[in-house]
């Protein structure tokens, strides 16, 4: 049993790792499909971890009460916590499925080609404006980009991009001006 722990705090990790790398730094377009995958495989890891949580914090009622130190905390903790600290890491589990993973794979398994698109938009938020992305002619989503080439393109201008296509969706690299 300890050994199963061990594995699932490691696929855990991993998970966490590809959905920050999905959130903030994927160049990935999904399709469809990956996003209807992303989204089932994240509710059944919401319902896993929460169910395993519950029953693990109710098998072990005796500690969890003297810790807390009333009844009510425990059990408001189990019913509450757990479940928001489920949603948290599906959040990050959703991120991962719908872009951090897909993306590592269309970089190793796609063909790369060169194309020409237009910026339709740039965009910037976070922390003083810290994160910069730009929407691009054939796709509706916001791709991430540096500073450095977001102050070097304009709107309306047409620039270089590889495209990458797989069966998951659509990764693409900014070429420098």
């Known amino acids: 049993m300890p050994l199963l722990a061990v594995q699932f705090v490691y696929f855990l990790l991993v998970v966490i790792w590809a959905g920050i790398y999905g959130m903030s730094y994927a160049d990935f377009s999904p399709n469809q499909a990956t996003l209807t995958w992303a989204k089932n495989?994240?509710?059944?890891f919401f319902i896993y971890f929460t169910i395993?949580?519950?029953?693990l914090f109710l098998k072990n009622k005796e500690k969890g009460i003297n810790q807390f130190k009333s009844k009510w905390k425990f059990y408001s903790m189990t019913?509450?916590?757990?479940?928001?600290?489920?949603?948290?890491?599906?959040?990050?589990?959703?991120?991962?499925?719908?872009?951090?993973?897909?993306?590592?794979?269309?970089?190793?398994v796609a063909v790369q080609e060169s194309t020409?698109?237009?910026?339709?938009?740039?965009?910037?938020?976070?922390t003083?404006?810290?994160?910069?992305s730009v929407s691009i002619s054939g796709f509706s989503t916001d791709f991430p980009v540096s500073k450095q080439y977001f102050?070097?393109?304009?709107?309306g201008?047409?620039?270089?991009?590889?495209?990458?296509?797989?069966?998951?969706?659509t990764k693409i690299e900014f070429i420098q001006p």
Not at 52 to 55: F, L, R
């Open 41 to 44: 495989i994240s509710l059944v």
């Open 52 to 55: 395993a949580i519950i029953v």
């Open 79 to 108: 019913f509450l916590g757990t479940p928001f600290v489920g949603i948290v890491f599906s959040c990050g589990n959703y991120s991962a499925w719908e872009k951090g993973i897909p993306s590592l794979y269309t970089g190793l």
């Open 116 to 126: 020409k698109v237009t910026i339709i938009n740039k965009s910037e938020w976070g």
């Open 128 to 132: 003083r404006n810290r994160k910069k």
């Open 151 to 155: 102050d070097s393109v304009s709107i």
């Open 157 to 169: 201008e047409t620039v270089v991009v590889n495209v990458m296509k797989s069966d998951l969706g």
